[in-house]
């Protein structure tokens, strides 16, 4: 493929950069039947800084039982000591609850997630606790962490449905939302943890949250593909004026406790399409196509990605 494509013509009402917040080496490994080698993943989260990505979300702090892929987290964090040498690169972990952010702080980590839900079933199985019950749970985890100067991020997932509820209504996602930011979280991600979400309802959530007081530069957009809508939400989120954008390279992941949740927007995707509206992301396509040709290769299984298979295809 010629590096003459795409074609840079940039559209008006969009901001001029965008911060693309990795969770490839989190989100889209956590979701693998097979556990990969903790050097495989220090080397992932490597190759994604080398490609420009500045936020590479790096493991998870739950218990092992609950994600076993993900129960290196004590060995594989100092791994990645080296990764700050290639930029001002960030590497947020998730935690659940104190212990596990007893385990991240004893690591030196300065960049943390919870993770809400905006519905009380997923809330239930997947932290089971009541919406309530989860932030109750997160309260002291956000304080503890503000006071360590460390930066929280709230994830809120199923905003804008739910596979057992169905659609959730806006004012209930602006509640959680806003509770969360109560809290003190420095930022809040929207998951569409299923992939149901569409342009307009994206903008109605949006602006719902505006209303409600929550600013849009501290709000980021997580969509699954599963409906082949992530890219047209993600683009109606940047018409909105949000700059932080949820990828996984490759498009790895889904969700262990949602069995219908396909895999994340894949990061190169995103890149192709902002390359092409001029929107800059500081990310090189090529070598985070080759990085998840790599990855891809570990796992045993071709990228679903579009936009990787279309770079990577042999004449």
């Known amino acids: 493929m010629t590096s003459a494509l795409p074609m840079r013509l940039p559209a008006e009402g969009l901001p001029a950069r965008i911060r693309i917040h990795e969770v490839g080496a989190r989100d889209g490994l956590q979701n693998e039947k097979a556990v990969v080698p903790t050097q495989v993943k220090a080397e992932f989260v490597r190759r994604l800084a080398v490609a420009g990505l500045?936020?590479?979300?790096?493991?998870?702090?739950?218990?092992?039982?609950?994600?076993?892929?993900?129960?290196d987290a004590e060995q594989l964090f100092p791994l990645l000591g080296d990764v700050a040498d290639v930029g001002d690169v960030a590497l947020p972990v998730l935690v659940p609850n104190e212990r596990g952010l007893d385990r991240?702080?004893?690591?030196?980590?300065?960049?943390?997630?919870?993770?809400?839900?905006?519905?009380?079933?997923?809330?239930?199985?997947?932290?089971?606790?009541?919406?309530?019950?989860?932030?109750?749970m997160f309260e002291p985890v956000v304080a503890r962490a503000r006071a360590e100067a460390v930066h929280v991020r709230g994830y809120l997932s199923m905003c804008f449905g739910d596979p057992w509820e169905g659609a959730v209504p806006v004012g209930q996602v602006v509640r959680v939302a806003r509770?969360?930011?109560?809290?003190g979280c420095d930022e809040l991600s929207l998951g569409d943890t299923i992939g149901v979400?569409?342009?307009?309802?994206?903008?109605?959530?949006?602006?719902?949250?505006?209303?409600?007081?929550?600013?849009?530069?501290?709000?980021?957009v997580h969509f699954h593909d599963t409906y082949g809508q992530a890219l047209s939400n993600t683009l109606a989120a940047l018409q909105q004026g949000v700059t932080t954008v949820d990828a996984s390279a490759g498009g790895l992941g889904g969700c262990p406790y949602a069995k219908s949740a396909t895999?994340?927007?894949?990061?190169?995707?995103?890149?192709?399409?902002?390359?092409?509206?001029?929107?800059?992301?500081?990310?090189?396509?090529?070598?985070?196509?080759?990085?998840?040709?790599?990855?891809?290769?570990?796992?045993g299984r071709p990228s679903p990605s579009r936009t990787v298979r279309a770079l990577s295809h042999k004449e």
Do not use: C, Y
Not at 55 to 69: C, G, Y
């Open 54 to 71: 500045s936020t590479i979300e790096a493991t998870s702090f739950v218990h092992p039982k609950w994600v076993p892929q993900l129960a």
């Open 104 to 136: 991240a702080l004893a690591l030196g980590a300065r960049r943390i997630a919870v993770f809400g839900s905006a519905t009380e079933t997923f809330a239930a199985r997947n932290l089971n606790r009541t919406v309530d019950g989860s932030l109750a």
């Open 179 to 183: 509770a969360l930011m109560d809290l």
């Open 197 to 220: 979400a569409t342009p307009g309802h994206v903008v109605a959530l949006l602006t719902a949250l505006n209303e409600s007081g929550v600013p849009t530069d501290a709000i980021g």
């Open 263 to 299: 895999g994340n927007l894949a990061t190169e995707d995103l890149v192709w399409m902002l390359d092409g509206l001029g929107v800059e992301t500081g990310v090189d396509l090529g070598a985070l196509t080759a990085t998840s040709v790599w990855m891809a290769e570990q796992l």
